[in-house]
């Protein structure tokens, strides 16, 4: 059974930091391209970092760039996503998804909803 699980959320104050965990089964990890994405409530969902399968190439939005770094740990068949400087913006439930075949832009969210997805964890930065 295809799955994957995020896990790694919680409750920090502004300025900490957070590692998410997305550990898939089933299936393997590197051959896909891996995202992050988040939504907050009223809002839409927003890709936040995704890894290429193969190279590992990265991208990041421009509102975690600098802050957030995405890896992969092919032995554990995991991804993370290390946060750092959280600010109370990045409060969210934060999923991570596998897509197969050419990797799209996180923008375009329509695309990767065609992968597998996580259920989210939820971040909440306050003080």
């Known amino acids: 059974q295809v799955q994957l699980v995020e896990s790694g959320g919680g409750l920090v104050q502004p300025g900490g930091s957070l590692r998410l965990s997305c550990a898939a089964s089933?299936?393997?990890?590197?051959?896909?391209?891996v995202a992050w994405f988040r939504q907050a409530p009223g809002k839409e969902r927003e890709g936040v970092s995704c890894i290429s399968s193969g190279d590992g190439t990265t991208y990041y939005a421009d509102s975690v760039k600098g802050r957030f770094t995405i890896s992969r740990d092919n032995a554990k068949n995991t991804v993370y996503l290390q946060m750092n400087t959280l600010k109370p913006e990045d409060t969210a439930l934060y999923y991570c998804?596998?897509?197969?075949?050419?990797?799209?832009?996180?923008?375009?969210?329509?695309?990767?909803?065609?992968?597998?997805w996580g259920q989210g964890t939820q971040v909440t930065v306050s003080s």
């Open positions: 998804a596998a897509l197969g075949g050419s990797m799209g832009p996180l923008t375009d969210v329509w695309l990767w909803s065609q992968g597998s």
């Open positions: 089933g299936f393997i990890l590197d051959y896909y391209n």
